[in-house]
């Protein structure tokens, strides 16, 4: 092929003037011309952000859609999210779902006002009842009004914990549930075969939900708690996302008024001024928080991703200082407390889940109560139809990312809010026994073993070479690593990933599904027979984790 002064791909170079013609958005045609005016006058880093802008299009996942915010077919962008949602409205249809009920959602990113009213536009003048939630609120507000109004489907437009300058298009279907293979394949290729976005027909004719639905799910949420205890100080943060406001009023709802809202990032703010990265698991996000916790003397510390769909507990160590739990930490804590406090009269057979990926602990936990588990594929999506494929009894499910589920009835996805009223619920009951979070950790560690967990990557060349190192990987199953006897399950075609398992011992092997990196997540159990035993138990088992992550690197590395 050959290529413009200063490497500009003429393929790319056609396919820009064509976008460009069909665009409707006038900011972004200008956006792109400037980029191919810059392209064809020898601008080599031009013609490079040329090239990967029309690389696209921009795939559209189990999820929907998720990208940086820039013109061209390879980013979040106006004639993007028209061009999927006469897509969605397309497969709706063909589907038996016109005319329906369909929500639309938006957080406060850059682009997400402008998106979010070209998908209502969009839908209304394909025939739906759309009804536009009143302000940037958490996704699972979007969730919960899908579910509360029987809809058809749900758009939320979010980035979830994405970087700023991205955004993106959250599909949820009649069920209030995410998409599901082959639906998000079908929903793709309506989207190619949608006419371009200037052709697609959009309409005013569509109304605004009232805030009576807001304070719905926020009095249901209120709702949750099964403990009388109410004396508790929270600190909280909703690192610059949309889900402080409502957060707070689900906690004073529930009886907790003693909230502390991190000012500084207590208001939606889409450049994300305090954070690198607005996502509680990375280092730093929760320094502020933390400050805030230590000083008014809080019982417990909580973090909302932007949209709040996850949750990050913090608590004060042993040592005095403050620390964030890890999301198996969070999540066996909740899962403990909902078997623990459940109407089994409602719930005769109840069933909990996590992922493949996430600490096995949940496991036992389940048996002690005489309750069901399952392990699924990584993701809600998944999750939420555990067991039966249809989540049928399902009460809990976590997975390690800061994802919990309290109440499925109510929002059939992860919720960040519902989660911190309960995990409030039950730091609030110890507080009145005189114990905290990490006494109920030890406690279940004691009865369950202690499950440690750690991650090990390797970083490949590009996303083209995670198949083939797999493959090679699968050709050097080991029967032993670190030493101990393993045995292998591979869980193809269910899902690309390498189960290695031994006495205390599990690794999952799998590729990342965004970057090009082999991942390993490696558990380990250790016992001890008393809390008095725990110490050194953990001291045994980091030492055990610390000497494994060699042989599991060198065993991805090949």
């Given at each position: 092929?050959?290529?413009?002064?200063?490497?500009?791909?003429?393929?790319a170079?056609?396919a820009?003037?064509?976008?460009?013609?069909?665009?409707?958005?006038?900011?972004?045609?200008?956006?792109?011309?400037?980029?191919?005016?810059?392209?064809?006058?020898?601008?080599?880093?031009?013609?490079?952000?040329?090239?990967?802008?029309?690389?696209?299009?921009?795939?559209?996942?189990?999820?929907?859609?998720?990208?940086?915010?820039?013109?061209?077919?390879?980013?979040?962008?106006?004639?993007?999210?028209?061009?999927?949602?006469?897509?969605?409205?397309?497969?709706l249809?063909?589907?038996?779902?016109?005319?329906?009920?369909?929500?639309?959602?938006?957080?406060?990113?850059?682009?997400?006002?402008?998106?979010?009213?070209?998908?209502?536009?969009?839908?209304?003048a394909?025939?739906?009842?759309?009804?536009?939630?009143?302000?940037?609120?958490?996704?699972p507000?979007?969730?919960?009004?899908?579910?509360?109004?029987?809809?058809?489907?749900g758009?939320?437009?979010?980035?979830?914990?994405?970087?700023?300058?991205?955004n993106?298009?959250?599909?949820?279907?009649d069920?209030?549930?995410?998409?599901?293979p082959?639906?998000?394949?079908?929903?793709?290729?309506?989207?190619?075969?949608?006419?371009?976005?200037?052709a697609v027909?959009?309409?005013?004719?569509?109304?605004?939900?009232?805030?009576?639905?807001?304070?719905?799910?926020?009095?249901e949420?209120?709702?949750?708690?099964?403990?009388?205890?109410?004396?508790?100080?929270?600190?909280?943060?909703?690192?610059?996302?949309?889900?402080?406001?409502?957060?707070?009023?689900a906690?004073?709802?529930?009886?907790?008024?003693?909230?502390?809202?991190?000012?500084?990032?207590?208001?939606?703010?889409?450049?994300?001024?305090?954070v690198?990265?607005?996502?509680p698991?990375?280092?730093?996000?929760?320094?502020?928080?933390?400050?805030?916790?230590?000083?008014?003397?809080?019982?417990i510390?909580?973090?909302?991703?932007p949209?709040?769909?996850?949750?990050?507990?913090?608590?004060?160590?042993?040592?005095?200082?403050?620390?964030?739990?890890?999301?198996?930490?969070?999540?066996?804590?909740?899962?403990?407390?909902v078997?623990?406090?459940?109407?089994?009269?409602?719930?005769?057979?109840?069933?909990?889940?996590?992922t493949?990926?996430?600490?096995?602990?949940?496991?036992?936990v389940?048996?002690?109560?005489?309750?069901?588990?399952?392990?699924?594929?990584?993701?809600?999506?998944?999750?939420?139809?555990?067991?039966?494929?249809?989540?049928?009894?399902?009460?809990?499910?976590?997975?390690?990312?800061?994802?919990?589920?309290?109440?499925?009835?109510?929002?059939?996805?992860?919720?960040?809010?519902?989660?911190?009223?309960?995990?409030?619920?039950?730091?609030a009951?110890?507080?009145?026994?005189?114990?905290?979070l990490?006494?109920?950790?030890?406690?279940?560690?004691?009865?369950?073993?202690?499950?440690?967990?750690?991650?090990v990557?390797?970083?490949?060349?590009?996303m083209?070479?995670?198949?083939?190192?797999?493959a090679?990987?699968?050709?050097?199953?080991?029967?032993?690593?670190?030493?101990?006897?393993?045995?292998?399950?591979?869980?193809?075609?269910?899902?690309?990933?390498?189960?290695?398992?031994?006495?205390?011992?599990?690794?999952?092997?799998?590729?990342?599904?965004?970057?090009?990196?082999?991942?390993?997540?490696?558990?380990?159990?250790?016992?001890?027979?008393?809390?008095?035993?725990?110490?050194?138990?953990?001291?045994?088992?980091?030492?055990?984790?610390?000497?494994l992550?060699?042989?599991?690197?060198a065993?991805?590395?090949?």
């Open positions: 092929m050959t290529r413009a002064a200063g490497g500009l791909d003429p393929a170079r056609d820009a003037f064509r976008w460009i013609a069909d665009d409707v958005d006038p900011a972004a045609r200008a956006e792109l011309q400037r980029v191919l005016a810059s392209a064809l006058a020898g601008d080599a880093a031009a013609a490079a952000d040329l090239a990967d802008r029309m690389a696209g299009p921009l795939r559209f996942g189990t999820a929907g859609l998720r990208g940086p915010l820039r013109a061209g077919p390879n980013g979040m962008n106006r004639a993007v999210v028209v061009r999927a949602t006469a897509g969605l409205a397309e497969w249809r063909a589907h038996g779902r016109a005319g329906g009920v369909v929500v639309v959602g938006r957080d406060a990113r850059h682009g997400s006002e402008e998106f979010h009213a070209d998908v209502a536009g969009v839908l209304a394909a025939g739906f009842d759309v009804r536009v939630l009143p302000r940037p609120l958490p996704t507000v979007l969730a919960f009004a899908v579910r509360r109004l029987a809809a058809v489907a758009v939320q437009v979010t980035a979830s914990h994405n970087p700023p300058g991205d993106g298009y959250k599909v949820y279907l069920a209030g549930g995410q998409i599901v082959p639906v998000d394949a079908e929903i793709e290729a309506a989207i190619a075969a949608s006419p371009a976005s200037v027909p959009r309409s005013s004719d569509w109304s605004t939900v009232d805030d009576s639905l807001v304070e719905e799910y926020v009095t949420v209120a709702a949750l708690p099964t403990g009388t205890a109410r004396d508790l100080r929270v600190a909280l943060t909703p690192l610059h996302g949309v889900g402080g406001e409502t957060a707070v009023l906690l004073r709802g529930a009886g907790f008024t003693d909230v502390h809202v991190t000012a500084s990032q207590a208001s939606p703010d889409p450049d994300f001024p305090t690198s990265f607005p996502n698991e990375e280092p730093g996000a929760t320094d502020a928080l933390l400050a805030l916790a230590s000083e008014v003397d809080a019982d510390a909580v973090a909302l991703d949209d709040a769909d996850r949750c990050a507990l913090g608590v004060r160590d042993r040592d005095g200082a403050w620390r964030m739990l890890r999301g198996d930490e969070t999540g066996v804590l909740l899962g403990e407390r078997l623990s406090t459940l109407d089994r009269s409602a719930h005769p057979d109840p069933l909990v889940a996590t493949i990926v996430s600490s096995s602990m949940l496991r036992s389940a048996e002690a109560h005489g309750a069901r588990y399952d392990e699924t594929l990584t993701g809600f999506k998944w999750l939420m139809r555990a067991g039966d494929g249809q989540g049928t009894g399902l009460v809990y499910a976590y997975e390690e990312a800061l994802g919990h589920c309290v109440a499925p009835d109510l929002v059939r996805d992860k919720d960040g809010i519902s989660a911190a009223v309960a995990a409030c619920d039950l730091a009951e110890l507080k009145a026994a005189g114990r905290t990490l006494d109920a950790l030890d406690e279940l560690a004691v009865r369950h073993g202690l499950h440690l967990t750690d991650q990557s390797v970083r490949l060349g590009a083209t070479d995670v198949q083939p190192a797999m090679a990987l699968r050709e050097r199953v080991p029967d032993a690593v670190g030493g101990r006897p393993v045995t292998a399950e591979d869980l193809r075609p269910r899902d690309n990933t390498l189960a290695l398992r031994g006495d205390g011992l599990r690794i999952m092997i799998r590729p990342s599904g965004t970057e090009p990196k082999l991942k390993a997540y490696v558990e380990i159990v250790e016992r001890a027979g008393s809390t008095a035993e725990l110490a050194a138990a953990r001291e045994r088992g980091r030492a055990t984790l610390a000497a992550r060699g042989d599991v690197e065993l991805l590395l090949g």
